[in-house]
């Protein structure tokens, strides 16, 4: 057992947490300043988004500088200040590293832009297309297609070919079949651990290792391939993986490692995250957060069907049970808030349906993750205007859509509904005009809904969501059965109620929740709670009826 199966994390977005010195931006000194408010909440874990050196072209994880923080956060000796803090309070720090890429301003891809130059192998290069002139429409050397839009490759009229970016223009993949590369990563991560950094969050990890050489795939509507089989999951992301974890000293120092993993399913998780492997201790998945979307496109919205969420989530619950271990989150920086996502952010179901959410997905096995602001049940932004908008990737997927003429409302719907901008507003610590995040003008505008939902006014609130978060952590820390205990999902096809069991030697733990606005009948084929003990609940006063959005967490024996 490591020390992280028993750990909940909490995710701080560093530019919007809290800023120190009045310059709209979040930074190290605010997040010092506020290291009670994660004591108060009992987490175990930070996980810090990237603070390093950047252009700040995809707001940080575009790295120019592995060593050193970017002088919009802080300074090198605020980081070790906040690790020394956290660790004084029995808090431990995980970096968030980008190494399946970096900015086009680091010294290493500059330096690769030389064609004699050493490093020139530490990216994917490639000249035009055979018969077409260099930088004109057709000529990239493959259809490849970048996440956020466009071709995959850009064209660099100094060198006169081709590199590959499978995200933004400046954040050019580095090559990780060449072993210099792999070397000089492995160096950086090996020397944050000695400054005191306690493991990594290591960002679309299986991109890695992609097919080699890269080659046409099959093209989409618009001329180019998506298809994540040709990048992620390649044919030595295993051997990379292990060899990482080796030259890091990952297993050999219980260092907390997670992956995040697009296009991974069940089966590929257990062999990335199974301990005899030496290469992970968890993977992120997209596969229960990928619901709500038709095909593979975030912007195409569907219904959530909670029978579909329960299935996916039993199946991994299923799939890691005897061997590797869950990631278990409904919200982070990439994604839109869970409450307004999966739950009821009216005002009249807000808290009851945050505490529910929590209550669901801190009972599973697996090592829970809160994301800044979750805590207090902050809601989505409800931006209207593209202006109010700042996620580079919100930002193509309009211009996108708007030269193929699709309707305007239906794509602010969208935005609304799946921006990374919705879980980027400014951390709500108070009522004051700018949410006690700055003093000055905030990056990106506050979330109205601040005078009501904030942390000033939950911290002394035992009904708040906060105090609810607070007491399924407590719980967590105190029950071996919520942390090893044996999943088993009830009523599967059930539309309203998400009911399952944890089982642990002569101990069972009962959670029945009910995802709906309506009153619920707690139904006879559940097991008999008229003598169990009731552990924690969203309502005063249980009975046989479920209230809109109630849940509970019983004892059986």
Not at 191 to 202: I, K, L, P, T
Not at 358 to 375: D, F, N, R, S
Request: hydrophobic share 40%; charged share 25%.
């Amino acid at each position: 057992m490591s020390w992280w199966h028993s750990a909940v994390v909490y995710q701080i977005y560093p530019r919007s947490f809290a800023d120190s010195d009045g310059d709209g931006v979040g930074d190290l000194r605010g997040i010092i300043d506020h290291l009670d408010h994660l004591v108060a909440l009992g987490v175990d874990v930070v996980w810090l988004s990237p603070v390093f050196r950047s252009p700040m072209d995809d707001f940080g994880y575009d790295i120019s500088d592995y060593r050193d923080v970017d002088p919009l956060f802080g300074s090198l000796a605020d980081l070790d200040e906040l690790i020394a803090g956290l660790h004084a309070r029995g808090i431990k720090l995980v970096l968030d590293i980008v190494v399946n890429h970096t900015s086009d301003e680091h010294p290493w891809f500059q330096s690769s832009r030389e064609t004699g130059s050493a490093k020139r192998d530490w990216y994917f290069w490639e000249p035009p297309r055979p018969g077409f002139a260099p930088g004109t429409k057709g000529a990239e050397p493959t259809n490849a297609g970048s996440a956020f839009g466009g071709p995959g490759w850009e064209y660099d009229p100094a060198s006169g070919e081709y590199y590959l970016h499978l995200f933004s223009r400046k954040q050019p993949d580095l090559n990780w079949e060449n072993p210099d590369v792999r070397a000089a990563v492995y160096d950086m991560m090996r020397w944050w651990v000695a400054r005191g950094v306690d493991g990594f969050r290591m960002d679309v990890i299986n991109f890695i290792s992609k097919v080699h050489p890269i080659a046409d795939g099959p093209a989409a509507a618009d001329g180019l391939c998506y298809d994540l089989d040709l990048v992620a999951n390649g044919p030595r992301i295993h051997e990379f993986l292990a060899e990482l974890n080796r030259e890091v000293g990952i297993s050999a120092d219980d260092l907390f490692s997670v992956g995040e993993m697009v296009a991974v399913n069940v089966d590929q998780a257990r062999a990335y995250t199974d301990p005899d492997a030496r290469e992970l201790g968890m993977v992120f998945t997209f596969e229960h957060v990928n619901l709500d979307q038709k095909g593979a496109m975030k912007w195409d919205l569907a219904p959530l069907r909670l029978v579909d969420l329960k299935a996916k989530l039993a199946e991994w619950q299923y799939g890691l049970a005897d061997v590797g271990w869950n990631s278990l989150y409904f919200e982070n920086h990439d994604q839109p808030r869970s409450v307004s996502r999966f739950g009821d952010d009216s005002p009249r179901f807000r808290e009851a349906s945050a505490k529910t959410l929590a209550t669901t997905l801190h009972l599973l096995k697996g090592t829970p993750y809160v994301y800044q602001g979750e805590e207090l049940g902050m809601t989505n932004a409800g931006f209207s205007r593209i202006e109010q908008y700042r996620d580079l990737e919100t930002l193509n997927f309009h211009t996108l859509a708007r030269s193929m003429r699709l309707p305007g409302f239906a794509i602010m719907r969208a935005i609304r509904t799946k921006s990374r901008d919705n879980a980027r507003t400014p951390m709500q610590w108070d009522a004051s005009p700018k949410t006690g995040f700055t003093t000055g003008a905030p990056w990106i505008e506050v979330n109205p809904n601040h005078a009501t939902i904030n942390a000033a006014a939950q911290l002394g609130d035992p009904d708040s969501v906060f105090a609810h978060y607070r007491r399924l952590i407590d719980l967590r820390h105190e029950s071996e059965v919520v942390v090893h205990g044996r999943f088993e999902l009830l009523l599967p096809d059930d539309r309203r109620l998400f009911c399952y069991t944890r089982t642990l030697g002569d101990e069972q733990l009962l959670v029945v929740a009910n995802w709906s606005k309506r009153r619920v009948a707690l139904p006879s084929a559940l097991p008999d709670v008229s003598g169990a003990e009731l552990l924690l609940g969203t309502h005063p006063s249980p009975g046989r009826t479920l209230a809109g959005w109630e849940s509970r967490v019983y004892r059986l024996r």
